[in-house]
Each structure stands twice: as structure tokens, then as C-alpha cells.
């Protein structure tokens, strides 16, 4: 499986070479399509997606954006309408705090943006990993991952809110989950005290690989694990880890 999956990720690394050389290209080429996707929503009728040729019409044409003045679409969203900034259904919001009126602001999550942008970004990381450690037995086990908690805001809608890690983690590929720990039900418990404590618990025995999540909730983590199973560092728990 170790050797499978390192050559599949290395195959992906002319893909990144070609953004190297070529970065303004693939940025129109990304631009365009974005619009094309969206052409048919209320935006896209508003400021004519359609007609929008170069990078100067898009900056003339659709006027510098805050969170004020997309909030209301935003809530129009929470509350069940579709069609309005993107064509697909919009059913995740990721939870921010911000330096705006609000304590929190919600920023909508669609299927393209997680499949084309985070876990693109994902297999992009490994790829480069995967071409520069040759010798590399990172899918021989698990990455271990930190993240949020997600709950349900509307149970009529179904529309989720979360930290934008939970929303990650409950939307990843299944061929993902096969090589993370721990297992979802933990990852994304809301009370952090259990949850620190069942992800030590669940894991210490794991063969784990590599680390993925935020940085700060694993260094809390980790130095707990430190300290509840008397290790120098977390190389003796995880001998593996690369």
C-alpha cells in the first residue's frame, strides 16, 4: 500500500511543476472557470459573469467585498436559499471569529471549495513529500489529526456550523480516513477536556506517521500525552513518526 500510494502522489508533481512555471496562466484559467460556474447565480446575473473577458473587467466589474456587506446573502444562505453566490448546494458554514460587528462570522463552504482547494491542497502537500523523502513509509500508518467540533444549525435544512478543521475532517474522501486517527466520533467532540483525554487514549497504541490539524491544539495535546505516559517527547510514542 506504502509503495501504491507513493507513486500515486508522485505522479501529481508535474501538475504542480506546470503552476510553478506557468502562475498567471492557471490563475485566469482558475478565474474563468470560477465564473463560468457561477454565471447563472444572483451574483453572477448581478455583475454579468458572462461577460467578464480579462482580470480588468473582473476588477472593474464586482466592487472590493467585506463581511458586512455579504452578510445578509450569507444569513440568506443559513436560512435555505440556494443560487445566490454559487451554483451548488451550500449546506456547511465554517465558523470564524473576525474584526467585525459580529462575535462570529460564518464563511459558506461548498463541495468544489473542498474538493478543489483544501484536499487538492492535501494531496499536493503529500506529493511534494512523497518527491523529496524517497525513501518515505508515511502510508504504512496513520496521520494523526487535531480539529473542531461541528454542530447542526438548522435541523429542518440540515446545514452544519463548525470550525473549518471539523468540516474538513467530516467531509474527507474515504480512502483518507483509512490512514487517519482518532476515529471521527472523537475528532469532533465538542467538550475539549474529553476530548484531549479520549484522542491520548485511543491513539497511544496506534502506529501513527505523520501529523495533520491545527498546531496549537496538538502541541496542548501533545504535552499532555507527554505527561500522562511519562515520555521525553512524542518520538517514544510514536516511534514512526515522520
Known amino acids: 500500500i506504502n509503495s501504491l500510494m507513493?507513486?500515486?502522489?508522485?505522479?501529481?508533481?508535474?501538475?504542480?511543476e506546470l503552476f510553478i512555471r506557468h502562475p498567471l496562466d492557471i490563475q485566469k484559467e482558475c478565474l474563468h472557470s470560477i465564473l463560468y460556474d457561477a454565471k447563472d447565480t444572483e451574483w453572477g446575473k448581478k455583475y454579468s459573469f458572462n461577460s467578464i473577458e480579462t482580470i480588468q473587467d473582473f476588477q472593474n466589474r464586482i466592487p472590493l467585498q467585506d463581511y458586512e456587506s455579504m452578510k445578509t446573502d450569507i444569513h440568506r444562505s443559513m436560512q435555505g436559499e440556494q443560487n445566490i453566490f454559487w451554483h451548488s448546494?451550500?449546506?456547511?458554514?465554517?465558523?470564524?471569529?473576525?474584526?467585525?460587528?459580529?462575535?462570529?462570522?460564518f464563511i459558506p463552504v461548498s463541495v468544489e471549495s473542498l474538493k478543489d482547494c483544501h484536499f487538492k491542497a492535501g494531496k499536493d502537500m503529500l506529493s511534494i513529500y512523497c518527491n523529496q523523502v524517497e525513501d518515505t513509509h508515511i502510508f504504512t500508518g496513520?496521520?494523526?489529526?487535531?480539529?473542531?467540533?461541528?454542530?447542526i444549525i438548522n435541523d429542518k435544512n440540515g446545514f452544519y456550523q463548525g470550525d473549518l478543521s471539523a468540516i474538513?475532517?467530516?467531509n474527507l474522501p474515504m480512502w483518507v480516513s483509512l490512514f487517519r486517527a482518532p476515529e471521527k466520533?472523537?475528532?469532533?467532540?465538542?467538550?475539549?477536556?474529553e476530548k484531549i483525554k479520549k484522542m491520548a487514549e485511543s491513539t497511544v497504541n496506534e502506529n501513527i506517521t505523520s501529523l495533520s490539524g491545527v498546531p496549537s491544539w496538538?502541541?496542548?495535546?501533545?504535552?499532555?500525552?507527554?505527561?500522562?505516559?511519562?515520555?521525553?517527547?512524542?518520538?517514544?510514542?510514536?516511534?514512526?513518526?515522520?
Open 218 to 242: 496538538s502541541l496542548v495535546l501533545f504535552e499532555y500525552m507527554i505527561e500522562k505516559y511519562k515520555a521525553k517527547n512524542m518520538k517514544e510514542i510514536w516511534p514512526n513518526m515522520e
Open 89 to 105: 448546494t451550500i449546506k456547511w458554514f465554517a465558523k470564524s471569529s473576525g474584526t467585525t460587528n459580529d462575535k462570529s462570522k
Open 185 to 193: 466520533e472523537i475528532a469532533l467532540m465538542g467538550n475539549w477536556e
Open 168 to 170: 474538513l475532517i467530516d
Open 142 to 151: 496513520k496521520s494523526f489529526t487535531t480539529g473542531g467540533s461541528n454542530q
Open 6 to 16: 507513493t507513486w500515486r502522489m508522485k505522479q501529481r508533481f508535474h501538475q504542480i
